[in-house]
């Protein structure tokens, strides 16, 4: 029997919290089913920064190289907020996201019936919503150069670089279009071409593309409208494809659409390596309050179970716990409404495992 080696970077914040709770509920699941997990932690972020004076350790690097898969909490945190953009916690998840060249996040955003009154959308607009995002993440502003504060006529200026090659754009257009063609076969492909030439050449290679795939329906949006869009009439969505930083941004519109940013999870794949990790952040008002939902990183962890490991039967599994823990009426504050069962993350986590071994006796 196969041996899943899983390397496990807590971070920050609610972090450990949340990141504890998806690994009792895979290893409930590995005793179910006989497939067995190995954890191996590392450290990444403010407390990486903190012990070993860099965000991303190369001892933290190389269990991620040789690991089958990442599972990571979040970074960052006040704490830190006062550092330079180029020594803070988030620059390890950068310099992590490039050196496994993990240039495709995937961030499913569904909204689940029982939390249909937790969204801020009225219900009839979010009922029916199930879209991913797919967020070009080792290229655009955040790593091209030159960047940094200038001094330029004896003042200072600041400079970012939004940067595309071509290469880096076919290869997540082309991934885009392929899970489209699993899903409902509709892509949209966001930019702001009206103005950014980055913008105009993905324009291009998307319309390149799109011959390769005739059965995938393609709609060209700028990101102000998408925007806008996706809280107009989130169901119309199938997949969306976009850059960097729009990819960033409309993934946080699309979380809150679901109720809350702790039910977003993410996959972020390349063609050797892949990290899975909640849309969200190291959440540092509620952090050692137990009060963080799981459900984003738990979520996570069904993500790799099928794009990491292939093994289908049991990513489902997962996601009908969830489904049934919020079927039975389970919430953690940020998903609360009245009548419910208000819980903590570990209460949330009891539910989900109980909910796990329902699911599969019935399997
Ligand atoms: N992938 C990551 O590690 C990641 C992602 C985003 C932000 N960050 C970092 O996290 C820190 C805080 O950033 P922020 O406050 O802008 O964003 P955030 O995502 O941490 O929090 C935004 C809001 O959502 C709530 N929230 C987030 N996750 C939740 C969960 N699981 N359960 C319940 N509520 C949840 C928080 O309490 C907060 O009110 C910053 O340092 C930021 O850079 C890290
Ligand atoms: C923390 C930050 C660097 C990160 C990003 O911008 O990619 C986060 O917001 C995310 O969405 O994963
Ligand atoms: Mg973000």
Redesign the pocket.
């Known amino acids: 029997m196969a041996v899943y080696k899983i390397a496990v970077l807590k971070?920050d914040?609610?972090g450990p919290e949340?990141v504890n709770s998806a690994l009792r509920v895979l290893k409930r699941l590995g005793e179910l089913s006989g497939v067995s997990f190995e954890f191996e932690e590392g450290l990444i972020g403010g407390i990486a920064i903190d012990q070993k004076g860099e965000p991303l350790p190369q001892e933290t690097l190389e269990l991620c190289l040789k690991a089958d898969a990442v599972l990571l909490g979040?970074?960052?945190?006040p704490k830190w907020?006062n550092l330079p953009t180029s020594k803070r916690?988030?620059k390890g998840?950068l310099q992590i996201r490039k050196a496994l060249d993990l240039y495709a996040n995937l961030r499913p955003a569904k909204v689940y019936e029982p939390l249909i009154s937790a969204s801020p959308l009225k219900e009839e607009v979010a009922r029916g919503t199930d879209f991913i995002v797919i967020r070009e993440l080792t290229g655009d502003v955040y790593y091209g150069e030159p960047r940094g504060i200038f001094i330029e006529n004896g003042k200072r200026v600041g400079i970012n670089t939004m940067k595309y090659t071509e290469d880096e754009i076919r290869r997540v257009v082309k991934k885009a279009f392929e899970v489209a063609l699993k899903r409902r076969k509709k892509l949209t492909s966001v930019d702001k071409s009206n103005v950014l030439e980055v913008s105009g050449l993905w324009r291009d290679i998307v319309e390149e593309e799109k011959k390769n795939y005739p059965d995938v329906e393609v709609e060209h949006l700028y990101v102000d409208n998408c925007a806008m869009q996706i809280v107009r009439r989130p169901s119309s969505f199938d997949v969306i494809v976009t850059g960097n930083i729009f990819g960033d941004i409309l993934s946080d519109e699309a979380a809150v659409i679901t109720g809350?940013?702790?039910m977003l999870p993410s996959a972020s794949l390349g063609e050797k390596y892949a990290l899975y990790?909640?849309v969200?952040?190291?959440?540092?008002?509620?952090a050692g309050k137990g009060i963080?939902?799981?459900i984003?990183t738990i979520l996570s962890t069904a993500m790799m179970l099928r794009y990491s490991f292939n093994l289908e039967r049991l990513a489902s599994a997962i996601e009908r716990a969830v489904e049934l823990t919020l079927q039975k009426g389970y919430r953690?504050p940020?998903i609360y409404s009245e009548g419910c069962i208000k819980v903590g993350t570990e209460q949330m986590t009891d539910a989900i495992i109980n909910s796990l071994e329902e699911i599969w006796e019935g399997l």
Do not use: K, M
Request: aromatic residues 0%.
């Open positions: 971070g914040g609610i949340i979040a970074v960052g945190g907020d916690p988030e998840l809350s940013l702790g990790e909640p969200h952040g190291s959440a540092p008002d509620i963080a939902n799981p984003a953690t940020d």
